[in-house]
């Protein structure tokens, strides 16, 4: 059980593999698609605990020389720092266009690696190895790279698109089970925008997506053809793509709010309480039958997600402060909101016209 998507992208397109015994290929389909390349593999300190040795004797079956770098786990390696090191690392082992970064991890090592790999030498050939699910079914899949600033997250980097993507599905099996439901949140997303029947089947099969069954290669397929399709249509977020934050302007400012203490909310359970919060929002302005509200969250709730705003330890939030992050996520203009919105399952639209004291209101009562 393994597929392929290709992704399709104006001048140039890459192969998204997906399916079990892909990091102990890595090696064979790496030099299939950049013969001759070398390779500086970027990883992460417990992915190299865990799934380094697999990948390295692969790369080395197939006659590929590699210089590693192990970073920290965890978001603060998104920054400056970080970037120099790798930066310092590939350029010293003298990598060079044509040689390829290798992302082994999840979306911190893909984006603090592609974002490597766009700026050395102006820009080296690039490959996602993701092994978490939110890396594996949206991180890795648009082309988004990047580190954090000390004013926020995700505010330097650089479109830039792999060679290859290999989704070892066999390798989430490690994962814990906490990331492992933050990452299913966004695979309920690409249901909830615009393929109500592919929500459905996840209430039928979400069971054999979290046990490794065949359904999780069908899940992360069906997730990163719905992701490349919007991408392909708008690479550079002018339209369309926005229907991917789905749950994400509530999510973003849960996040920000909590001061993204990975302790209290990962981003994955912050887009599920968004996306409880949205399709309850649209329920609130008569645009969605309160019934397919009620059904969104019986199902984030039956995987083990949160959907309220009180699921989230360590203390209240308040909705003034919520407001101030939503009011700083971009999303604004002259005074009103931008916000996916619904008609129902499957049914996601973008309002660019939203009240903010309506927001404020909702957010009130929700507390
Ligand atoms: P992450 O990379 O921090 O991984 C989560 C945790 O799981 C880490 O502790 C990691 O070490 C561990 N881990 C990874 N793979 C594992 C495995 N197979 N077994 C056991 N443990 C494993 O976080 P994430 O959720 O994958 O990604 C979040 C990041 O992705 C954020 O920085 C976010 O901004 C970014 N992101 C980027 C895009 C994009 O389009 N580029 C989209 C969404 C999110
Ligand atoms: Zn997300």
Same mark, same amino acid.
């Given at each position: 059980?393994?597929?392929?998507?290709?992704?399709e992208?104006?001048?140039?397109?890459? &192969?998204?593999?997906?399916g079990?015994g892909?990091?102990?290929?890595a090696?064979?389909?790496?030099?299939?698609?950049?013969?001759g390349?070398?390779v500086?593999?970027?990883?992460?300190?417990?992915?190299?605990?865990?799934?380094?040795?697999t990948?390295?004797?692969?790369?080395?079956?197939?006659?590929?020389?590699?210089?590693?770098v192990?970073?920290?786990a965890?978001?603060?390696?998104?920054?400056?720092?970080?970037?120099q090191e790798?930066?310092?690392?590939?350029v010293?082992a003298?990598?060079?266009r044509?040689?390829?970064?290798v992302?082994l991890?999840?979306g911190v090592?893909g984006?603090?690696?592609g974002?490597?790999?766009?700026?050395?030498?102006?820009?080296?050939?690039?490959?996602?190895?993701?092994?978490?699910?939110?890396?594996q079914?949206d991180?890795?899949?648009?082309?988004?790279?990047?580190?954090?600033?000390?004013?926020g997250?995700?505010?330097v980097?650089?479109? @830039?698109?792999?060679?290859?993507?290999?989704?070892?599905?066999?390798a989430?099996?490690t994962?814990?089970?906490?990331?492992?439901?933050?990452? @299913?949140?966004?695979?309920?997303? @690409?249901?909830?925008i615009?393929?109500a029947?592919f929500?459905?089947?996840? #209430?039928?099969?979400?069971? &054999?997506v979290f046990?490794?069954?065949?359904?999780?290669t069908?899940?992360?397929a069906?997730?990163?053809?719905?992701?490349?399709?919007?991408?392909?249509?708008d #690479?550079?977020e002018?339209?369309?793509?926005?229907?991917?934050?789905?749950g994400?302007?509530?999510?973003?400012a849960?996040?920000a709010?909590?001061? @993204?203490?990975?302790d209290?909310?990962?981003?994955?359970?912050?887009?599920?309480?968004?996306?409880a919060?949205a399709h309850?929002?649209?329920?609130?302005l008569?645009?969605?039958?309160? #019934?397919?509200?009620e059904?969104?969250?019986?199902?984030?709730q039956?995987?083990?997600?949160?959907?309220?705003?009180? &699921?989230?330890?360590?203390?209240?939030?308040?909705?003034?402060?919520?407001?101030?992050?939503?009011?700083?996520?971009?999303k604004?203009?002259r005074g009103?909101?931008?916000?996916?919105?619904?008609?129902?399952?499957?049914?996601s639209?973008?309002?660019?016209?939203?009240?903010?004291?309506?927001?404020?209101?909702?957010?009130?009562r929700?507390?």
């Amino acid at each position: 059980t393994s597929q392929t998507i290709r992704v399709e992208l104006g001048t140039r397109s890459y &192969d998204i593999l997906i399916g079990e015994g892909l990091l102990a290929q890595a090696g064979e389909r790496i030099a299939a698609v950049l013969p001759g390349a070398r390779v500086a593999l970027v990883t992460d300190e417990n992915v190299a605990r865990i799934h380094l040795e697999t990948v390295s004797a692969s790369l080395e079956r197939a006659g590929i020389g590699v210089t590693t770098v192990v970073v920290p786990a965890g978001e603060a390696s998104k920054k400056f720092d970080r970037l120099q090191e790798v930066v310092e690392t590939v350029v010293g082992a003298r990598l060079e266009r044509g040689d390829a970064v290798v992302a082994l991890g999840g979306g911190v090592i893909g984006d603090l690696a592609g974002f490597a790999a766009a700026i050395v030498r102006r820009g080296m050939r690039f490959v996602q190895i993701p092994t978490t699910l939110l890396a594996q079914v949206d991180s890795s899949v648009g082309g988004k790279t990047g580190i954090n600033s000390r004013h926020g997250k995700n505010l330097v980097g650089a479109f @830039y698109q792999p060679q290859l993507v290999l989704a070892a599905t066999d390798a989430l099996d490690t994962l814990p089970r906490r990331e492992f439901a933050a990452g @299913y949140a966004e695979v309920a997303k @690409y249901g909830l925008i615009g393929d109500a029947a592919f929500f459905a089947w996840l #209430e039928a099969n979400w069971q &054999d997506v979290f046990s490794g069954g065949p359904a999780r290669t069908e899940a992360i397929a069906r997730s990163c053809q719905a992701k490349a399709d919007t991408v392909a249509a708008d #690479e550079r977020e002018t339209g369309e793509r926005a229907l991917l934050n789905l749950g994400h302007t509530f999510g973003h400012a849960l996040e920000a709010a909590c001061g @993204y203490d990975a302790d209290r909310l990962v981003h994955g359970e912050g887009v599920a309480i968004g996306t409880a919060l949205a399709h309850r929002f649209s329920v609130e302005l008569g645009l969605c039958p309160a #019934e397919d509200a009620e059904r969104v969250e019986r199902h984030l709730q039956a995987v083990g997600l949160p959907t309220r705003i009180s &699921d989230i330890p360590g203390g209240p939030l308040s909705a003034d402060e919520l407001m101030t992050h939503i009011g700083q996520d971009k999303k604004v203009k002259r005074g009103r909101l931008t916000f996916i919105l619904t008609h129902g399952i499957g049914r996601s639209f973008i309002a660019d016209d939203v009240s903010p004291e309506r927001v404020r209101d909702f957010l009130q009562r929700e507390l």
